[in-house]
């Protein structure tokens, strides 16, 4: 199983940014998929997730600002980060939710700064 995270960088106050996560190694089409963040010196904390229905479920911090979809044929989940905040910075990892319990990508790092 491999989620390979891509998409973080510097952006500034009020930017955007579009996380992608492919995975391989799993059925994807039937994966809980979503994304966690782990800002400096703080615990990781959920953002979003999709079911394979394609319903979504956010974040308090993230509702209105973020949006989770997915791409089955492609095997890959997407976070479109918009008014993004400083508060934002942090590594952002995917996960899928397996029956086994949650497996995880490498992480992307989003830095929100002027």
């Given at each position: ?30 994966s809980i998929m979503g994304w966690y963040r782990q800002a400096p010196g703080k615990e ?27 791409d089955n044929a492609k095997n890959t989940v997407y976070l479109q980060m918009n008014s ?31």
């Amino acid at each position: 199983v491999q989620l390979q995270a891509s998409g973080g960088g510097l952006v500034q106050p009020g930017g955007s940014l579009r996380l992608s996560c492919a995975a391989s190694g799993i059925i994807f089409s039937s994966s809980i998929m979503g994304w966690y963040r782990q800002a400096p010196g703080k615990e990781r904390e959920w953002v979003a997730s999709i079911s394979s229905g394609r319903r979504m479920n956010y974040a308090d911090s993230a509702k209105g600002r973020f949006t989770i979809s997915r791409d089955n044929a492609k095997n890959t989940v997407y976070l479109q980060m918009n008014s993004l905040k400083p508060d934002d910075t942090a590594v952002y990892y995917c996960f899928a939710r397996l029956s086994g319990g949650n497996v995880w990508g490498q992480g992307t790092l989003v830095t929100v700064s002027s």
